[in-house]
């Protein structure tokens, strides 16, 4: 079981399964806390220990616990979500409000694949059109991946893997 609580804490330290730390990757989108490994070594001799873990998800827990009361509540749980939207919100239109009204535009938002690049993947023919045969295949594509996503630890996979108790 301490395997698991372990192991737990660590992903949601280095994800943002939780909602509360991500690493960030150069270019997806507005910048998150980046958890490094000199805040996770807490005693600073450059190694990791199951305690320096321990302590760090204790410390998160405490920090959405807002009445300390050592439960978290659903009100507790989505006030710290929200916080968190509220500050990506933010910094998502200080980064790309380029002429500084305070809001975004759609010519101001970060570009993403639109529905063309979907829709060039599924036709896999070229013909410019998609047949029940190419949505199917491209539906089978989106499951498979969901389901890897879902067995790595994804979002719906905390703790009932093969080797949770």
């Given at each position: 079981?301490?395997k ?20 960030a ?16 070594d ?16 204790k ?24 916080a ?7 910094k998502?239109?200080?980064?790309f ?6 809001q ?15 829709f ?5 023919d070229?013909n410019?059109?998609?047949s ?12 498979a991946?969901?389901q ?9 996979d ?8």
């Amino acid at each position: 079981m301490k395997k698991q609580i372990l192991i737990a804490t660590l992903l949601t330290l280095t994800t943002a399964a939780a909602g509360t730390i991500a690493v960030a990757k150069p270019g997806s989108g507005p910048e998150r806390h980046k958890l490094t490994f000199e805040q996770l070594d807490a005693d600073s001799n450059g190694e990791l220990t199951t305690a320096e873990l321990e302590a760090m998800g204790k410390k998160r827990f405490a920090e959405v616990d807002a009445n300390g009361d050592g439960l978290l509540s659903a009100e507790e749980m989505q006030a710290h979500q929200q916080a968190r939207i509220a500050e990506r919100t933010a910094k998502m239109i200080e980064k790309f409000d380029k002429d500084g009204d305070g809001q975004l535009s759609e010519a101001e938002m970060p570009e993403r694949p639109g529905p063309h690049k979907l829709f060039e993947k599924a036709d896999t023919d070229g013909n410019g059109s998609i047949s029940k045969a190419e949505f199917d295949t491209a539906q089978a594509i989106i499951e498979a991946v969901m389901q890897k996503k879902h067995h790595r630890g994804g979002h719906g996979d905390r703790g009932h893997g093969p080797d949770s108790e």
